[in-house]
């Protein structure tokens, strides 16, 4: 459910979602090939395509060591809702403040990136993790977003604060290369079909697929 609070405008209204330092995390420059961002340029977290090239390498060296590699998609619950009641700019400063949430509290060398297609997915990839702990970072994401308040433009005349937004999230797991299902795409349909699980079970949930 979102609650929202229509008060007067403020000065700081504009920057009261911060746009994410891309530096902080190390997000990476352009490309130096061909100058394109290698950044999703609202949320400053890896683009799908940037996303995917970087899961695969960091995949394949854990295939190379025997390592598990564990997937979190996480889905906002209802986001149509923001943009139809509150406005696109009002939808953009809550997909901001979920970057934010995941740069924080995701760990320090999981890939983070905007799901392409989707603009309220995200793919956390936490190389090295198992299922254990892949489940307690996507309940942290989970209660993360709960705890959000995003204050943004209404109108021209007028601000809201959108809180109460929730999350489904996907959680799948596997040793990496040790068994014919033991690559990244299909990493990427286990955890989706954990989050389909998550969505039918009422939402605001975390699912993981069965081992």
């Known amino acids: 459910m979102t609650t929202a609070r229509t008060m007067p405008p403020a000065a700081e209204t504009a920057a009261a979602v911060r746009h994410p330092d891309q530096a902080r995390h190390g997000e990476p420059p352009p490309c130096h090939a061909c100058g394109r961002p290698l950044t999703d340029p609202l949320t400053g977290l890896l683009d799908r395509g940037t996303w995917t090239a970087r899961a695969g390498t960091a ?60 603009a309220d997915e995200f793919l956390v990839l936490l190389p090295g993790q198992g299922l254990p702990p892949a489940l307690a970072v996507a309940e942290t994401i989970r209660r993360g977003v709960r705890e959000l308040s995003v204050r943004t433009s209404a109108t021209r005349g007028s601000s809201v604060t959108i809180t109460g937004r929730t999350a489904s999230l996907g959680v799948a797991a596997c040793l990496a290369g040790d068994r014919p299902g033991g690559r990244l795409p299909d990493l990427l349909l286990d955890a989706d079909v954990a989050l389909r699980t998550a969505k039918r079970g009422g939402r605001d949930r975390v699912c993981a697929l069965p081992t």
């Not at 295939?63 to 943009?83: T, Y």
């Open 59 to 118: 995949f394949e060296r854990r295939a190379v060591a025997g390592e598990p590699v564990a997937l979190v998609i996480v889905d906002l619950d209802c986001f149509k809702r923001i943009n139809d009641t509150f406005g696109h700019p009002a939808g953009d400063a809550v997909l901001r403040a979920v970057a934010d949430l995941l740069r924080d509290r995701v760990p320090e060398e999981a890939l983070t990136g905007r799901y392409g297609g989707h």
